[in-house]
């Protein structure tokens, strides 16, 4: 028997030359392509999801808060606190002071409740509230979206907004305070509500039954306020694209708001240069596109009052 031959155990092992030469180098691009795809793939589509989440976070915060404005009007007589955002609101009825007290304001900022200086909210501005008892949480009084959230980012605790949200000022008042001449009669010409003159004060939006359209007016809105804190309720002025006041131009493309019976809505601005306009011009600042073409003023406007405002009516259904 020839006896088996074995080879000694330093002998180098027989390899296939298809494993010992490794990944060629089209082999090499051919992955690093791939792995590039994926992650141009990946990235804008988690960048679009963040973004969606503080859109719904942002949709939740006001939720809260306008759920809060409806329990605390259940529980005083159906009445709506003041949108101002000092220590009482006035009552005007058919262009009288009826309020012989005073309404509680849902925000007290003044005084010691202002950070040094008198720009900034101190967060017991929010907690002396009359809402705050039904919220109880300073977080839901911010967006996410906020460039100086204190929750979010390392910044001043004096030079940072506490408050992200503003109120209608249509609401839970017949006339913001801060502007006299809202009680002029204005009439329109044209619409469902034509010659038909109708001065502010003379509407009743104070109380839960007094809502012409709870699910079409406006409760709550984002808001940006170059100066400093959001003051007073928010308002534009209803007959003329005069933007008194204006919506947080963060993301043009998805400006949160809540309506009276709490559902929500958001906007992406037709003109998404207004946030730079806003800046540039500040309050009172004419849209020069005009009332035909202004068509951002004219959705924000159709949100004020439905209903009530001349040409509301025409425009919140729908044609804008």
């Avoid at 392509?33 to 719904?56: D, E, K, Q, S």
């Avoid at 058919?94 to 200086?117: F, H, I, K, M, Q």
């Avoid at 207004?274 to 596109?289: I, M, Y």
């Amino acid at each position: 028997m020839t006896p088996m031959r074995t080879a000694p155990p330093d002998a180098p092992t027989a390899v296939p030359s298809r494993l010992r030469t490794g990944f060629s180098l089209p082999e090499l691009l051919i992955v690093v392509a791939i792995i590039a795809l994926v992650i141009g793939l990946v990235i804008p589509t988690i960048g679009a999801l963040r973004a969606r989440a503080r859109t719904m976070q942002c949709m939740t915060n006001q939720r809260t808060i306008a759920q809060s404005l409806y329990a605390y009007a259940t529980s005083n007589g159906t009445r709506f606190p003041s949108p101002r955002t000092d220590s009482t609101g006035t009552l005007y009825v058919d262009g009288a002071n009826v309020n012989s007290t005073t309404t509680p304001c849902w925000v007290r900022a003044e005084g010691a409740y202002l950070a040094p200086g008198g720009q900034f909210e101190r967060p017991e501005a929010i907690e002396n509230g009359t809402l705050f008892p039904y919220i109880g949480d300073l977080k839901c009084y911010v967006s996410p979206d906020e460039p100086t959230n204190p929750y979010l980012s390392q910044v001043s605790n004096v030079a940072v907004r506490v408050r992200s949200y503003s109120l209608n000022a249509l609401l839970g008042s017949t006339r913001p305070d801060e502007l006299p001449e809202f009680d002029d009669d204005f009439m329109s010409t044209t619409g469902p509500m034509g010659g038909v003159s109708t001065p502010l004060s003379r509407y009743n939006a104070t109380t839960i039954g007094t809502v012409k359209s709870p699910q079409r007016m406006m409760c709550t809105l984002v808001e940006d306020d170059s100066v400093a804190y959001n003051n007073q309720g928010w308002l534009i002025y209803p007959q003329n694209p005069t933007w008194i006041d204006w919506p947080a131009g963060w993301r043009p493309d998805a400006i949160t708001l809540t309506y009276v019976d709490g559902s929500t809505d958001t906007r992406a601005l037709a003109d998404p240069t207004l946030p730079q306009k806003w800046d540039s011009f500040g309050h009172r600042w004419v849209d020069t596109a005009g009332t035909d073409n202004a068509f951002d003023w004219r959705w924000f406007r159709d949100r004020l009052n439905p209903g009530v405002i001349p040409n509301s009516t025409t425009g919140f259904m729908g044609t804008n």
